[in-house]
């Protein structure tokens, strides 16, 4: 019968907690990299888009407010009897209505982006609480672009028409409702900054974790095992690796080194 000594326990255990070690390291680590990669996916699929589109539809309603004013100069350069206005004034209130068909446009693709956040089967809870939080403002922005829109709209064709001369009121309502949308797109381009802001530092934060836990586990590996190695080395190998034992009487056949030793001189 044989059997292993202390010493070659002790080696056994010591291997054993290192591979326990790189074990837990290697699952923490593949846990953080995989919610690492949701949160860069969340930041290109999501994020990014929306801030192109908002983008888009913050810097198509800025042209087609300015040509809005041209089409108001145009007016006013027709009353005082120029003859290109008129030209001038139907090519800015076709590009008027251009922009906002695009505008209409831009913010369905938006729904669109946010009802598959929403309906998307792989998509988790944060994922679809964006989506709902985009529609949702979405659906105010569309609103509010509708509202504006066929209120100038109206004011263009009237003034085409002639049917209308002193338009300075309706001016003043449309101005109040350009600012309020103008207010709602710098709302839903600040929120949309501030998620993707959140993410990338919480990618940064979990990167951060990562690359710590591995260095801590390397750090305590290396001076556990070397701790352990001097230890042993320190107390020596006297006895064999592995004692022989005597099957009926359980007596040792092995001799410990020095024995064997001492023995030879005779």
């Not at 949701?38 to 913050?58: C, G, Q, R």
């Not at 809870?125 to 504006?148: D, F």
């Not at 836990?213 to 070397?226: D, Y």
Request: hydrophobic share 45%; net charge negative; aromatic share 6%.
């Amino acid at each position: 019968m044989k059997r292993i000594t202390l010493k070659i326990q002790m080696m056994l255990l010591v291997i054993g907690l290192l591979l326990v070690a790189i074990v837990i390291s290697a699952g923490f680590t593949l846990s953080r990299m995989n919610s690492i990669e949701a949160e860069i996916k969340t930041v290109i699929d999501s994020h990014i888009p929306l801030n192109e589109l908002i983008m888009n539809i913050y810097t198509h309603k800025l042209e087609k407010a300015i040509w809005f004013e041209r089409a108001l100069h145009s007016v006013a350069a027709m009353n005082e009897g120029d003859k290109e206005a008129a030209a001038k004034f139907a090519r800015a209130q076709a590009t008027f209505t251009r922009m906002a068909d695009l505008i209409n446009d831009e913010i369905a693709n938006g729904k669109e982006m946010a009802r598959a956040a929403i309906d998307g089967p792989h998509n988790d809870a944060s994922q679809r609480a964006l989506g709902t939080e985009v529609l949702t403002h979405l659906e105010v922005i569309e609103q509010k672009h509708v509202e504006y829109n066929g209120h100038v709209a109206t004011l263009l064709e009237e003034i085409a028409r002639g049917t209308v001369e002193d338009f300075e009121d309706t001016i003043e309502a449309i101005e109040a409702e350009e600012d309020r949308l103008h207010h709602e797109l710098e709302i839903f381009l600040q929120n949309n900054e501030q998620r993707a802001t959140a993410s990338l530092l919480h990618i940064r934060y979990a990167e951060e974790t990562v690359i710590l836990l591995m260095r801590s586990i390397t750090v305590f590996s290396l001076v556990f095992g070397i701790a352990i190695s001097v230890l042993l080395m320190i107390a020596g190998f006297r006895k064999p690796i592995i004692v022989e034992m005597d099957g009926v009487g359980g007596l040792f056949r092995g001799h410990t080194w020095g024995n064997s030793h001492k023995r030879n001189k005779f």
